[in-house]
């Protein structure tokens, strides 16, 4: 290989953030780091404890200098805390609590733990404005319906992870949370003019750069008066035209996970990554499906791009120097925050609401009615077991639920109902409905956003299913 080829490979090796299985680096990772990978993304099943990632994150910077990124929102998305749940609340509590400052200690304490475990890019917030109640992916990951308040809190947020020198990354650009459609699955579209997109969409992400966010993530969504049937990720209109143009953005665009089927069903991985690149993305997430093998053809398919005159070797110099930059930024002494899990804790009781009257409870019987996880959580655990030791805990999949012989076992017993985001699962209200028609002193959890509430003596909302948010419930139903 030429001393250009070897060049154009390393410039091209330069925009991806890889995944990989298990808690260790695998070898390919570590070699692929030394000629000059852009570097990973981490996710629950790369995690053990702080000491294990601290441990990868080391062996990973030992080989080069990668971005090293996962997702960490507080609430249901978490990767740090994916086998016990968050001890933050996410960002649909702080929208409740709407107090600014508490955001930013949140994230700044996120940033805290995140630096301390060697990892220099946080793939959040969620600046979606939350606009569609059914929405699949977003719901508690948005700060609200309202895009003056999820505007400040995404700009609080920003500052709290940059604080502490873990770039921030507001997703996902130019918006997500008008749909109906999981990007995982399929190509969402949010079908609005130019003024609702300036007005709605856009306007938590110009406050976004306006406080200096060090990237921006893209979403796999159409958005026909900008893109067309493109959806976002792959179109120059929408990443060079109207971010880069009108928002004057100039830090790193980081791409959605490209093995998501939005990308993968319509125009591959490979082909996907050349396009995101042609449109103006610097570091192409790939999510955690493709395998080494997937790597190599998606670098070898970047270099025949530009070799054949689809894709300017300019456009990959540019995004190496962005990510260069952001490394720089990022390798700057950290200034950790000591608060962490406290600062979770106090958002989570803040956040959490009470209607009706709770009544001591005796010999209770808790029934978790399960919600399937979305892709973006995944299967974090969740429910106010822990924080009620003396409960029966009962899990029960509303379609199979027997709710008489529930009702039977829960005779002469306090009964509380948890659910998570029961509006959007109708099984599951028409469970909840039968339970509280017959036992009106039930107190109902609900830790998704509480859309739907049935008429029940007590009614708890969280706006979460995060540790802390748990907690917070079960506080205010036994004090």
């Known amino acids: 290989m030429s001393q250009s080829d070897r060049g154009l490979r390393r410039l091209a090796a330069g925009t991806l953030l890889v995944a990989f299985q298990g808690t260790t680096a695998p070898e390919w990772v570590l070699r692929e780091l030394e000629h000059g990978l852009g570097g ?40 740090l805390a994916y086998h016990v749940g968050s001890p ?21 304490a996120i940033g805290s733990e995140l630096a301390a475990c ?18 699949p992916v977003i719901g508690t990951r948005s700060f609200g319906t309202g895009p003056e308040l999820v505007a400040r809190h995404t700009v609080a947020a920003v ?18 949370g008008a749909t109906r459609v999981d990007s995982h699955l399929a190509v969402p579209v949010v079908d609005v003019g130019l003024d609702v997109l300036r007005e709605r969409e856009l306007v938590p992400f110009r406050a976004a750069i306006g406080a200096g966010a060090r990237s921006v993530m893209t979403a796999h969504v159409a958005v026909p008066v900008v893109t067309g049937e493109t959806p976002a990720t792959l179109s120059g209109a929408a990443l060079t035209g109207l971010l880069r143009g009108e928002l004057g953005y100039d830090g790193v665009v980081v791409t959605d996970a490209l093995d998501m089927h939005a990308i993968t069903k319509s125009v591959g991985l490979a082909g996907g990554a050349v396009l995101t690149l042609a449109a103006g993305s610097d570091l192409l997430c790939l999510g955690p499906l493709p395998t080494y093998d997937d790597v190599q053809a998606i670098i070898a398919e970047i270099v025949s791009a530009v070799r054949e005159g689809r894709l300017a070797e300019a456009r990959l110099e540019e995004a190496a120097a962005r990510v260069a930059a952001l490394r720089s930024w990022a390798a700057a002494p950290r200034r950790i925050a000591a608060e962490q899990n406290v600062v979770g804790l106090h958002a989570a009781r803040r956040a959490v609401r009470l209607t009706g009257s709770a009544t001591p409870l005796v010999e209770p019987l808790v029934i978790e009615v399960d919600t399937p996880p979305t892709i973006a959580v995944g299967d974090v655990p969740w429910g106010v077991g822990p924080w009620l030791p003396d ?63 049935p008429a029940s003596a007590a009614y708890i909302a969280t706006y979460g299913a995060a540790r802390a948010n748990a907690q917070a419930a079960v506080e205010l139903l036994t004090a």
């Open 118 to 135: 060697g990892i220099n890019l946080d793939m959040a917030p969620s600046a979606d404005v939350n606009t569609e109640a059914d929405n």
């Open 159 to 176: 500052q709290g992870l940059q604080s502490v020198n873990v770039a921030a990354c507001v997703k996902h650009f130019p918006g997500h």
């Open 40 to 79: 990973v993304t981490l996710f629950g099943f790369n995690v053990a404890d702080p000491t294990q990632v601290l441990d990868l994150t080391t062996a990973l910077r030992g080989a080069g200098e990668p971005v090293i990124s996962l997702d960490e929102e507080g609430g249901d998305v978490t990767r």
């Open 88 to 108: 933050y609340p996410g960002n649909a509590a702080l929208g409740a609590v709407d107090d600014v400052e508490l955001t930013r200690r949140v994230y700044r």
């Open 391 to 453: 409960a029966e805990i009962v899990r029960v999949k509303p379609a199979a639920a027997d709710a008489p012989a529930l009702l039977a076992k829960a005779a002469g017993r306090s009964l509380v109902v948890v659910v998570k985001d029961a509006h959007r699962h109708h099984e599951s209200q028409e469970l909840v409905s039968a339970l509280v028609a017959a036992r009106p002193d039930t107190t109902v959890i609900e830790m998704g956003l509480p859309v739907w509430r």
